[in-house]
């Protein structure tokens, strides 16, 4: 039989499918461009987009092409399911200032991509009867192309009413994501879990890598990488079990001269091997691989500053 022209068993084409929304983006950002693309690739319309700076401008020329850039209030009034994909700090201030001049409507999904925000924020959308989602995919975009493949299995944080949980989940779904439930109460937390295991993490590299170039090594990345991946995935399958070093066996004087080593040639990373010393001898004691008493010589290197103590 000749498919050619379609036919009852071809499969529908994204934007034919049921349920597809106009889709409205209040920032055209690092994340709010790749996911509204997202969402345009399953079918859903992308009908208008606000960009205030040149480099938003060009993300959404690039990854939604066709899209009118117009003024927030413009953006939501023309949309089902409006993004709002601003910064933190700013999306309070937007929320209100878009429930003021009446751009929410009941019946309007509205979704922003906080990690730090739940609903609250959203309470004057709420308010105008709009329908509120958190969906906040737990991925660090950087503005490359790969950002859009990034989407592909990841997990999203969903926080939402109840009655509205699998609308949240088929979003996260089409989008190639694996949904995660978060209550409204735990947001907070939630969110500082993920900045440890990326932000701090970045920090944390690039301290050792400085470390090594002032050590003279050339190409500390590379020397890195192999270290460094392996210490992630033992520490994903273990946990406090992949914990080694010289802090995990009670080695007072290599840490001592660790310090000295830092305050003579690198004196602001003294402050973060503190910190993360102190913070792996806590997770040693408490698994048992340190014991408390082979950590007071340890501790007092280190200060004695040691919750566990």
Do not use: C
Not at 53 to 69: F, I, M, N, Q, W
Not at 120 to 137: C, E, K, T, W, Y
Not at 138 to 146: H, L, Q, S
């Amino acid at each position: 039989m000749d498919h050619a022209h379609g036919s009852p068993l071809d499969p529908p084409s994204p934007a034919d499918r049921p349920g597809r929304l106009a889709v409205g983006l209040v920032g055209a950002g690092r994340a709010g461009s790749v996911l509204a693309a997202a969402l345009a690739r399953v079918g859903h319309r992308t009908v208008a987009v606000s960009a205030v700076s040149s480099a938003s401008r060009e993300r959404a020329a690039k990854r939604l092409p066709g899209a009118p850039v117009v003024p927030p209030d413009a953006v939501v009034a023309a949309a089902d399911l409006a993004l709002l994909a601003v910064p933190d700090d700013a999306l309070e201030p937007l929320v209100t200032g878009l429930a003021e001049v009446g751009a929410f409507r009941p019946g309007q999904l509205v979704v922003h991509i906080s990690g730090a925000h739940g609903l609250d924020v959203l309470q004057p959308a709420i308010r105008a009867g709009a329908l509120p989602l958190a969906l906040h995919p737990i991925m660090t975009f950087t503005g490359r192309d790969e950002d859009e493949s990034r989407l592909v299995g990841v997990h999203w944080g969903v926080t939402t009413v109840p009655e509205l949980r699998p609308v949240g989940e088929a979003l996260v779904v089409e989008m190639g994501g694996e949904p995660l439930w978060v209550e409204n109460s735990q947001r907070a937390l939630y969110h500082a879990a993920l900045v440890v295991a990326a932000n701090h993490l970045v920090t944390l590299i690039n301290d050792a890598v400085d470390l090594l170039r002032a050590a003279g090594v050339e190409r500390p990345g590379a020397a890195l990488a192999p270290l460094a991946g392996a210490a992630l995935d033992n520490a994903l399958r273990s946990g406090d079990a992949a914990l080694t070093g010289p802090v995990s066996r009670g080695d007072a004087g290599t840490v001592a001269n660790h310090l000295d080593a830092l305050r003579g040639r690198h004196p602001s990373a003294v402050a973060g091997y503190l910190a993360m010393a102190r913070r792996t001898a806590d997770r040693a004691i408490a698994a048992g691989r340190l014991d408390p008493a082979s950590a007071e010589g340890l501790l007092d290197v280190l200060g004695g500053h040691s919750t566990s103590t």
